[in-house]
């Protein structure tokens, strides 16, 4: 046989414990955004929404993977453990492809943002603006640490929204503890613009970090499907 198959059944369950961990991790981080972002992301719908979901997505398949692999490595299952191993091929090129998207589109990614950012604050500036757009801008505000569309002078007054500030200043405490224009925070659309920026190579990176253990892992899983193949047949 070409490979141990209790040494590589126990590492294979192993590594799908991991991946279903992190799995279950990925989903926490797309629900925890769901219900701490949900007014944002309502009216941010370009991008917001898509990425609680993506996260959801993402982490349950990557749990009904693992799954597989966890059950086809006890039960020394050929189907399960092959079904694994392209499940998990499929998912490492996916990763890939999200990764070069990353890099490639980043700019316009970053730009879509933004432009939401902008139609966000160009509504507040409208006739027709209503209570429900100012806290969602207040949260925004306060969510990035931001003040105004592209920056707090926007506001043409002495004092700003509290969401504007995340510490009151010695002028502030003159009027009374309220958010003044030196201790306002940058403006929203270059603050998600460098939110963006902060992250989005290092999630890319990330995903292609995570592809490559995975393909020793779908390399693992075909030893020892090879193996179980090869001893079904050494029974048969």
């Excluded at 219900?35 to 929404?49: P, S």
């Excluded at 509504?123 to 757009?133: E, F, I, M, N, W």
Aim: hydrophobic share 50%.
């Amino acid at each position: 046989m070409g490979c141990g198959t209790s040494f590589v059944k126990y590492v294979l369950f192993f590594f799908n414990l991991l991946v279903a961990l992190l799995g279950l991790a990925v989903i926490g981080i797309g629900v925890a955004f769901q219900l701490n972002w949900t007014v944002v992301k309502d009216e941010l719908k370009t991008h917001m929404t898509v990425a609680p979901w993506a996260f959801i997505v993402v982490g349950a398949i990557m749990f009904v993977i693992a799954f597989f692999g966890c059950c086809g490595a006890i039960r020394e299952s050929h189907c399960m453990v092959v079904t694994y191993a392209i499940f998990l091929l499929v998912i490492i090129i996916v990763q890939v492809v999200i990764a070069v998207l990353l890099f490639a589109y980043g700019d316009t990614i970053k730009d879509g943002l933004v432009n939401s950012v902008n139609v966000l604050f160009d509504k507040r500036g409208s006739s027709d603006v209503d209570k429900a757009t100012e806290s969602v801008i207040n949260n925004l505000q306060q969510q990035f640490s931001c003040c105004g569309k592209n920056g707090p002078h926007e506001y043409a007054a002495l004092t700003l929204p509290d969401s504007c500030c995340t510490k009151v200043s010695t002028i502030g405490n003159v009027f009374g503890g309220k958010c003044t224009l030196e201790a306002a925070n940058e403006g929203c659309a270059p603050a998600i613009g460098k939110f963006y920026e902060k992250w989005n190579k290092p999630i890319a990176g990330a995903a292609i970090g995570i592809a490559c253990i995975e393909v020793v892992g779908a390399l693992f899983a075909l030893c020892l499907a090879n193996s179980i193949r090869n001893m079904d047949r050494r029974y048969a």
